[in-house]
């Protein structure tokens, strides 16, 4: 339960122990720290659900693709705040302690929705961003939600009628194609891999070769690093990086 | 005639300059109309381009002679110089509708991805199929957004801090739901209420939040 989630637990403060600022062009000065109070220093998360959503969130907002939709973790939390909601409304707020305690339980709501909203946005974001690319391919389609594809596929076609009316249809037909590629330069976007991310290493994984480099760096976990994405993509996956 | 190419340049320069203005700026229609019939008429040069081309060297002896060569030669350049004019100026008009659109899918989520309240100094810099995508893509996030309607997809991408706000009303709202009873929002009083019950004022400039 989300009760549990208030409890301070000394033992976990170096997780999350700095809030991490980050920016997208969707919102550039957006800033979020979990423990924005002085006195939750140690927050902890008893669920691991909302750890993971956090840590996905932070992953998906950080990477310049798109990543496995996390089904599981967002309906899990979805049939648990409603559970939550339903225990609020049974406790009573006649004693001073009583209504105190609803008013944390809310709060611990409201933050927990946050995260889930944020979460789909920023997905909506680059779905909105890479249309084509993503639903093209068949690896980034099946990291999509059904919802997703739904909304990705009339996205498409929004656009795609759009830029027929605007311009397109008044032209000859070997102009009207919105894929079109010359040389090295194509008309669907698609996001650069090759950014620079900054990762947290999760667990011990020993000499590290990067891709595209003869640099090989030692990992050891808790060290952060800026990397180019490409190089520790599959070790996001894995689970053995966090960005941050 | 201008230079060919000027007007599609004049479309991205606007697009450019206007990028950090907090309204989208007016519709070019007439850039627009300009680069498209610089486009036609580059169109049709090119075809008779290609195929004077092709009669050159359908008459043309085998080897060709020095002369038809170079005549052929010089109608290929030709014909590349157009084709490149052209792709440039698809590629420009793209961009600027494009530019564009990624501006109004902003403006639509800001009003919290909210029905037709899309302010009239916005809309009316739109061109009318501007007007059509706007009304489709509000469509789309509607049915989006109902499917989460626990989390409130629209509100605010701001973390929340309180779960109470103070409010001051800038407008009456007449008497307003939220959660632990109605309220009477009149214009100038102060309120302390539920964030998530007066966002959507807020957001629609009912209600100021302060600090």
């Known amino acids: 339960m989300l009760a549990g989630s208030l409890s301070p637990s000394p033992d976990d403060d170096d997780h999350m122990d700095t809030g991490p600022t980050i920016g997208t062009a969707t919102d550039s000065t957006f800033t979020f720290s979990l423990n924005d109070d002085n006195d939750e220093d140690d927050t902890t998360y008893f669920n691991d659900d909302i750890r993971s959503l956090t840590q996905w ?8 693709e798109l990543l496995m939709y996390q089904a599981d973790l967002v309906e899990s939390l979805m049939e648990m705040m409603e559970a ?11 004693t001073p302690d009583s209504a105190f305690l609803v008013v944390l339980y809310q709060q611990e709501m409201e933050r927990i929705k946050f995260i889930i909203r944020s979460y789909l946005r920023t997905r909506l974001a680059k779905i909105q961003r890479h249309t084509l690319h993503i639903l093209r391919e068949a690896e980034y389609r099946s990291r999509l939600s059904i919802d997703e594809i739904m909304f990705a596929e009339k996205y498409q076609e929004l656009l795609a009628h759009h830029f027929q009316k605007f311009a397109l249809e008044e032209l000859p037909d070997y102009l009207q194609r919105l894929d079109d590629t010359t040389e090295n330069l194509t008309m669907v976007s698609r996001p650069d891999l090759e950014d620079a991310v900054f990762c947290r290493i999760k667990e011990q994984i020993g000499v590290f070769q990067l891709e595209s480099s003869d640099e090989a760096i030692e990992m050891r976990p808790n060290n952060i ?12 996956e894995d689970g053995k990086v966090d960005l941050v | 005639m201008s230079v060919y190419g000027d007007d599609a340049h004049k479309l991205i320069r606007d697009a450019k300059r206007t990028a950090e203005s907090p309204v989208l700026a007016p519709y070019r229609g007439d850039l627009v109309r300009n680069v498209l019939a610089e486009m036609q008429h580059l169109s049709s040069s090119l075809r008779e381009i290609m195929a004077a081309r092709d009669r050159v060297i359908a008459t043309s002896s085998s080897p060709p002679t020095p002369e038809i060569a170079a005549e052929v030669q010089g109608l290929t350049v030709a014909a590349t110089m157009h084709s ?9 008009l793209l961009a600027y509708a494009r530019h564009r659109v990624t501006r109004l899918v902003d403006t639509v989520w800001d ?5 037709a309240t899309i302010p009239v100094d916005v809309r009316r810099n739109l061109s009318p199929q501007e007007s059509d995508f706007v009304a489709g893509y509000t469509a789309l996030v509607s049915e989006y957004k109902g499917l989460f309607l626990d989390v409130d997809l629209g509100a605010a991408l701001v973390p929340p801090r309180d779960l109470f706000v103070e409010v001051r009303v800038l407008k009456d709202c007449g008497e307003v739901q939220t959660e632990s009873g109605a309220v009477r929002l009149v214009k100038n009083s102060q309120h302390y209420l539920r964030r998530t019950d007066v966002e959507p004022f807020i957001t629609a400039g009912y209600l100021r939040h302060i600090q």
């Open chain 2, 84 to 92: 490149l004019s052209i792709t440039r100026s698809k590629r420009c």
């Open chain 1, 84 to 94: 939550q909601a339903g225990i609020i409304e049974s406790k009573s707020s006649d």
């Open chain 1, 57 to 64: 969130w932070i992953n998906e907002r950080c990477a310049p």
């Open chain 1, 225 to 236: 690093y800026f990397l180019r994405y490409n190089a520790i993509r599959r070790l996001m």
């Open chain 2, 111 to 115: 009003l919290s991805g909210g029905a």
